[in-house]
DNA sequence: GCCAACGTTGGC
DNA sequence: GCCAACGTTGGC
């Protein structure tokens, strides 16, 4: 499957994903955000969005540990978290006002559910966002 | 900084 | 179980 995740750029950016060449992905405290995490896979690739600040994808990150406890709360088993690696960053961005006025892309979860931090994108839409950005397919293959 | 949308909490 | 009050997210 297709995803993906909000970060605020203040908090969590891509520079700093890029920098760490891994990220945990925990502190989800919201159910419907949660069971994605759950449903993530091994190698499925996530788009990182910066919200508030840029409002724009960024680049292109892998799943690379499927579910697991989230260790911020280990007292607490309900919340989860995943492990994400980046795979690529995008030549240039794909801003939510590009995105609002694409017509294939009406339906993503960006528009629809403003507020979801982790969510599926459907193929269609996820590689017409690679497409926007010229993206070398090729970063993918090597990798699958 | 404002506020709409939405999720959570807690009293009843 | 309902719903008012409240808190958070994130676009504008």
């Given at each position: 499957?297709?995803w993906?995740v909000?970060?605020?750029?203040?908090?969590?950016?891509?520079q700093?994903f890029v920098?760490?060449?891994?990220?945990?992905?925990d502190?989800v405290?919201?159910?419907?955000?949660?069971?994605h995490?759950r449903?993530?896979?091994?190698?499925?690739?996530v788009?990182?969005?910066?919200?508030?600040?840029?409002?724009?994808i960024?680049?292109?990150?892998?799943?690379?540990?499927?579910?697991?406890p989230?260790?911020?709360?280990?007292e607490?088993?309900?919340?989860l978290a995943v492990q994400?690696?980046?795979?690529?960053?995008?030549s240039?961005?794909?801003?939510l006002?590009?995105?609002k006025?694409d017509?294939?892309?009406?339906?993503?979860?960006?528009?629809?559910?403003s507020?979801?931090?982790v969510?599926p994108?459907e193929e269609?839409a996820?590689?017409?966002?690679l497409?926007?950005v010229?993206?070398?397919?090729?970063?993918?293959h090597?990798?699958r």
């Amino acid at each position: 499957m297709y995803w993906l995740v909000k970060s605020e750029p203040d908090v969590y950016s891509w520079q700093t994903f890029v920098e760490a060449s891994m990220a945990t992905w925990d502190g989800v405290r919201n159910y419907q955000a949660r069971n994605h995490l759950r449903s993530m896979q091994l190698n499925d690739l996530v788009l990182f969005y910066h919200s508030n600040k840029g409002r724009e994808i960024v680049g292109l990150a892998q799943i690379s540990k499927e579910a697991f406890p989230d260790p911020t709360i280990p007292e607490d088993p309900r919340w989860l978290a995943v492990q994400m690696t980046p795979v690529a960053p995008f030549s240039k961005s794909v801003t939510l006002a590009q995105i609002k006025k694409d017509a294939i892309l009406q339906n993503i979860g960006l528009i629809k559910q403003s507020r979801l931090s982790v969510m599926p994108i459907e193929e269609q839409a996820f590689f017409h966002i690679l497409e926007l950005v010229s993206f070398d397919y090729s970063k993918i293959h090597d990798r699958r």
